[in-house]
C-alpha cells in the first residue's frame, strides 16, 4: 500500500508541486512543530499551524454553517494578510489553512498566494470558483492544496448546501483543479444524511481513480445559528467513521487527514492542545473557528507573538478545556465557554451578536473523546507521524482531571428536532 500510495505521488503529480509540498509542507512544517515544542519547554507558545477565514461571505447557503455569510462583505485584507503571515513565519511557522465563507470570493486571495511563496496554503473551498484560469495560477505559485468540499450524493449535497446544481460544480472545479495536475484533497462533514455514501471503500476509490491525493472527513458539529441537531452523528456512528479512517489509511494509496486523535487513538483537540488557533474574518484571534468568542485581533498594536504568549483568554480556554474533557467543548460542555467569555468579557466576534445565546441553546453530546473505546491507528506510518508532530504535546498529562470529566451520553435525551433526515 506505502508503494501504491508513493507511486500515486510520483507519477500523479506535477513534481514541482510535490518537491514544493515535501519542503515546505513536510521538512519546514516539522520544523515549526519542533519549534512549538521548544517554545513550550520554555513556557512558551504560539501556534504552529494558524487559520484564516479572510472573508465572511460565500455563495452558498449550508446547513449549520456559523458564519454570517449573508452579511456585509467583510476581509482580511493583503496588508493584514501578509503581515499576520510574516509574523507566524518569524515564528517558525510555514503552513497556513485558509477558510472563508468562500476563499475564492476574496479579491485577493491569488495575491496573497503569490506574496507568500515561500509558506505553504491549504484551501478549504467548495471548488466553485476554481477554474482554468484560477487552476493554472496556483500550479504556477506551487505553494497552495486545494481542500475542496463534498457533502454527500447531488440531492443530499444540494439539501445540505442550501441549493440545486452544487454538487456539479464542485465536481467540476475538482476537475479542473485535478486537471492542472494540483495537489488535492476532498473533505466532508460527516453527518447521519451522508454517511452512508461517503464513508466507504466505494467513495475512497473513486476518489483514488480520480487523481485525489488526500481526503478529510470532519465530524458535523451542531453548533452555531442553525444547529441542525438531527444530522448529528450518534456516538457508535463517530466511531464508525474513526475506524474507517484508520482502516483506510492501512490500506488505500491516499493520505487521511484526521485532527483530532493520536496514534493510539486517544481523543485529542487541536485548539486545546495548542496546536492551532484561528483568526476570523473581522481579524478576531479565536480558540478555533466554531467558537467566536475573542479578547484579541490580528489589528491590535501588540506583535502577534506577544498576543499568543500573553493571552489570558486563550491560555484559559487551553487549561479549561484540557481540564475537562479531551474531546470538543463546544460539543460536550458549552456552558465552560460561558464561563469563559465572562471571565475574560469575551467580545462576540459575529455580526448577528447572539454567541452566548446559541452556546446555551447546544444540546450536548459527545465528540470525539470516547473513554474505553480509543481506536489506535494501524498504520505504522502514521503512528509515528503523530507520535511526533501530532499529539497533545502533554497538554492532557498536565490538565485532564477525569473527576472533571461529564460523559454527555449518560445525560437524558436530547429532544430531536421535527425536521426529517433526509434519506436516499
Ligand atoms: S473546540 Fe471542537 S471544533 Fe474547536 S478545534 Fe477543538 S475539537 Fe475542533
Known amino acids: 500500500m506505502y508503494l501504491r500510495l508513493a507511486k500515486r505521488f510520483v507519477t500523479e503529480t506535477d513534481k514541482r508541486l510535490l518537491a514544493k509540498a515535501v519542503w515546505m509542507l513536510g521538512v519546514k512544517g516539522l520544523l515549526s512543530i519542533h519549534k512549538h515544542k521548544r517554545r513550550l519547554k520554555r513556557g512558551e507558545f504560539f501556534p504552529p499551524f494558524l487559520y484564516m477565514s479572510v472573508i465572511n461571505s460565500c455563495n452558498l447557503r449550508c446547513q449549520g454553517c456559523w458564519v454570517d455569510v449573508a452579511e ?53 473551498t467548495n471548488g466553485h470558483f476554481i477554474t482554468d484560469e484560477v487552476a493554472a495560477k496556483l500550479r504556477e505559485y506551487g505553494n497552495v492544496t486545494p481542500l475542496i468540499s463534498v457533502e454527500g450524493s447531488e440531492i443530499i449535497s444540494d439539501t445540505r448546501r442550501g441549493r440545486g446544481g452544487v454538487l456539479n460544480q464542485t465536481m467540476k472545479g475538482l476537475e479542473t483543479a485535478l486537471k492542472h495536475n494540483l495537489l488535492v484533497g476532498v473533505c466532508t462533514s460527516v453527518c447521519k444524511s451522508n454517511i452512508d455514501d461517503l464513508v466507504n471503500d466505494a467513495w475512497v476509490n473513486r476518489l483514488i481513480d480520480m487523481g485525489v491525493m488526500y481526503c478529510w472527513f470532519h465530524i458535523y458539529r451542531p453548533v452555531g445559528p442553525e444547529p441542525n441537531q438531527q444530522l448529528a452523528l450518534s456516538s457508535d456512528e463517530q466511531r464508525r467513521v474513526r475506524q474507517f479512517v484508520v482502516d483506510t489509511r492501512a490500506t488505500k494509496p491516499i493520505v487521511v487527514i484526521d485532527a483530532y486523535h493520536d496514534d493510539a487513538g486517544n481523543a485529542l483537540c487541536p485548539a486545546a492542545t495548542g496546536f492551532t488557533h484561528h483568526v476570523g474574518p473581522w481579524g478576531d484571534i479565536e480558540p478555533c473557528p466554531v467558537i467566536q468568542l475573542a479578547t484579541e485581533s490580528i489589528h491590535d498594536e501588540r506583535p502577534l507573538a506577544e498576543t499568543f504568549n500573553y493571552s489570558e483568554f486563550l491560555s484559559d480556554f487551553r487549561e479549561l478545556t484540557a481540564q475537562h474533557t479531551r474531546g470538543c467543548v463546544i460539543m460536550e460542555r458549552p456552558d465552560l465557554l460561558i464561563d469563559l467569555a465572562n471571565k475574560h468579557g469575551a467580545r462576540d466576534t459575529t455580526v448577528r451578536g447572539a454567541v452566548i445565546k446559541e452556546l446555551e441553546n447546544v444540546v450536548p453530546r459527545r465528540s470525539q473523546f470516547q473513554p474505553g473505546q480509543e481506536i489506535p491507528e494501524r498504520s505504522f506510518v502514521y503512528r509515528w507521524a503523530k507520535r511526533y508532530a501530532f499529539n497533545d504535546f502533554g497538554t492532557y498529562t498536565k490538565h485532564f482531571d477525569l473527576s472533571k470529566y461529564h460523559d454527555p451520553d449518560l445525560d437524558e435525551p436530547a429532544l430531536e428536532s421535527s425536521l426529517p433526515v433526509l434519506q436516499d
Not at 482580511?76 to 503552513?95: D, R, Y
Not at 489553512?97 to 496573497?112: N, R, S, V
Open 72 to 124: 456585509k462583505q467583510h476581509r482580511i485584507e493583503l496588508e493584514a494578510a501578509n503581515k499576520t503571515i510574516a509574523q507566524a513565519k518569524a515564528m517558525g511557522n510555514s503552513f497556513f489553512g485558509i477558510l472563508g465563507g468562500e476563499p475564492f470570493m476574496h479579491k485577493d486571495l491569488l495575491k496573497i498566494f503569490e506574496q507568500n511563496r515561500d509558506v505553504y496554503f491549504q484551501v478549504f
